[in-house]
């Protein structure tokens, strides 16, 4: 479950304050104990929760600014298989970002967004790394994005968007544990887990029609580039390029209060191949195809 929630109040006409909280970054992958990959990787899990108070204003009745500063808890837990035990990093920290964007609209029916994200450093302390107290730096991307809304006829209208994710800033995940430096482990005082990531693009098509004053539906497709390569990919995540389908609805239960629900299928392109690193398989192949479903309910109350 990742739950999302917003909340605006309109000052006057121009100026209106916000907020909201929501995940804009998360995994989860689990291996057992016995798995090829386990000297890799054998589970890896990421929370991050964003608490972002905003605020825009209508510079021209066609045109809006907003700003957000976003406060970023992330949350990580890695582990894996190592010589002398497992190999186990817990940890926590709080990171401090921004967000900038605008809306226009050139003529009626016309809107254009977009909106700058700037990345995070999380430094993440652990008490749980060889049994001594440790430190993981690694930096979560920032992301430029653009969309537009045309609106076709009075039920009908289109979109499209497109983003740059800056993930080539996600370069390895850096470890280190003063208290195995100058001992028998000093090789292990500072590990560097490569990842080697590139920036990718996102865009993504879609529509929606009103059925009636009441029901909405809408559907798109989108083509998302993975970050990894097969020069770099881990275990920890086997990702591929894949397409999103979806479908959707919106029901206005009244005029202060509707519902959404929406229902989004995620397809690998082609199989991601990992090459392990660690172990007694270092340098094996292991093949993954993978996909997901993702549903979406959403209730809404103006106020």
Do not use: C
């Not at 995994?27 to 990959?37: G, P, Q």
């Not at 899990?45 to 976003?70: E, H, K, Q, R």
């Not at 949350?75 to 817990?90: I, K, Y």
């Amino acid at each position: 479950m990742v739950p999302a929630f917003t909340l605006g109040y309109r000052v006057n006409k121009k100026l209106v304050v916000g907020f909201a909280t929501y995940s804009p970054f998360g995994l989860s992958t689990d291996y057992d104990k016995f798995s090829a990959v386990q000297a890799d990787a054998r589970e890896s899990d990421l929370l991050t929760i964003s608490i972002s108070p905003m605020v825009s204003y209508d510079v021209l009745d066609n045109l809006t600014f907003g700003v957000a500063l976003n406060v970023l808890y992330g949350e990580a837990r890695l582990t894996s298989a190592g010589p002398v035990g497992d190999l186990e990093l817990d940890g926590n920290d709080w990171a401090v970002g921004f967000s900038v964007g605008m809306l226009f609209e050139p003529v009626p029916g016309t809107r254009i967004g977009a909106a700058y994200h700037h990345g995070y450093d999380l430094d993440l302390p652990t008490d749980t790394f060889l049994g001594f107290k440790g430190v993981a730096e690694a930096s979560l991307p920032n992301w430029v994005q653009i969309g537009v809304t045309q609106s076709v006829s009075d039920k009908l209208r289109i979109m499209a968007e497109g983003r740059w994710i800056n993930w080539s800033r996600f370069d390895s995940i850096d470890i280190s544990t003063q208290a195995l430096e100058g001992g028998p482990f000093d090789a292990l005082s500072s590990v560097s887990d490569v990842q080697g990531y590139n920036d990718s693009l996102f865009f993504a098509v879609g529509a929606e029609y009103d059925v009636s004053d009441r029901f909405t539906v809408r559907g798109g497709v989108a083509w998302d580039e993975t970050p990894t390569s097969d020069k770099f990919r881990t275990a920890r995540i086997p990702d591929e390029d894949r397409v999103w389908f979806s479908l959707g609805a919106s029901y206005n239960l009244s005029d202060s209060m509707s519902a959404d629900f929406a229902y989004s299928y995620l397809h690998a392109l082609r199989k991601a191949d990992v090459t392990l690193r660690n172990g007694p398989l270092a340098g094996s192949e292991v093949e993954y195809d993978g996909g997901a479903h993702i549903i979406s309910l959403g209730w809404h109350l103006k106020f």
